[in-house]
């Protein structure tokens, strides 16, 4: 590619189709208006569909949306998913595996009851998505996966050996699925999210001490928001990543090197 191709679309996604997995709550809704707004049209399964809020924020962009309510971990529902994403839209340009549980308890209590239900949401249904999606990124020899890691992708974490587990799962995960990948022009990476302003976090922001040992651990002092994920995923859907592969990128205020 010579320099002189960089131009102000290179941040485009005109003309390109994504799914977002739990694409309409939380972090999942910021990954889709992401998108949107750059350009993509954008295909969302999910458990629920919400109050039509997402459709209107994506559809207010210009950009068309298909919801299809789905269970991610049922048999056969991943093929359905990028196929349904296809038939819509006509192609499957990016994926988003943004789904994903958590559930605590004190490491006595941390059964399989536990397990096995993050194991299938935040681990098992990103493989088989991205399985499914390699046979049509595979013969139009360009695609994007981005899966969500965490800070748990580098750290322990207590009270959820498996939400761990997972997460240090999706970085292994990514980084293989690149070097089988990159050679046919797909690239395969992750957004490690650090703490972020959510539903999730309501508790720990509500209290003081909570949430300023969360602050003294941030360099940017202060909580995520959800819009400062956006930029990072579209570049990470756009041309513009074309040469990253294979990474974990942390979005974290420098939580990491604190």
């Known amino acids: 590619m010579d320099i002189t191709d960089f131009h102000r679309d290179f941040f ?3 003309g390109k189709n994504a799914i977002v997995t739990g694409g309409n709550t939380g972090l999942g809704q910021a990954f889709s208006l992401a998108l949107a707004k750059a350009g993509a049209n954008v295909f969302v399964p999910s458990v629920a569909d919400d109050d039509g809020t997402t459709r209107k924020l994506i559809e207010g962009e210009g950009r068309r949306m298909e919801f299809l309510e789905a269970d991610l971990t049922a048999p056969g529902v991943p ?3 990028i196929e349904g994403c296809a038939e819509a839209f006509g192609s499957v340009d990016i994926l988003v595996n943004s789904a994903g549980i958590c559930r605590l308890a004190d490491v006595e209590e941390f059964g399989r009851d536990e397990w096995d239900p993050m194991i299938d949401v935040n681990l098992t249904a990103p493989f088989e998505l991205s399985r499914e999606a390699t046979r049509f990124m595979v ?5 994007k996966i981005i899966n969500i890691a965490s800070m748990f992708s580098f750290l322990g974490g207590q009270m959820s050996p498996a939400y761990a587990a997972t997460k240090h799962g999706i970085a292994g995960f990514t980084k293989a699925y690149c070097d089988e990948l990159a ?3 797909i690239q395969v990476n992750a957004i490690a999210p650090g703490y972020f302003a959510t539903k999730i976090t309501e508790r720990t922001r509500a209290n003081p001490e909570t949430n300023q040992r969360v602050l003294d651990h941030i360099p940017a002092g202060r909580w995520g928001d959800v819009a400062d994920l956006m930029g990072t995923t579209v570049f990470l859907a756009s041309r513009a990543s074309d040469y990253v ?3 974990v990128l942390p979005v974290d205020g420098g939580y990491l090197v604190r």
């Open 139 to 143: 013969p139009q020899r360009s695609g």
């Open 12 to 14: 485009s996604l005109d």
């Open 183 to 185: 050679q046919h022009n």
């Open 79 to 81: 093929r359905r998913v």
């Open 245 to 247: 592969n294979g990474h």
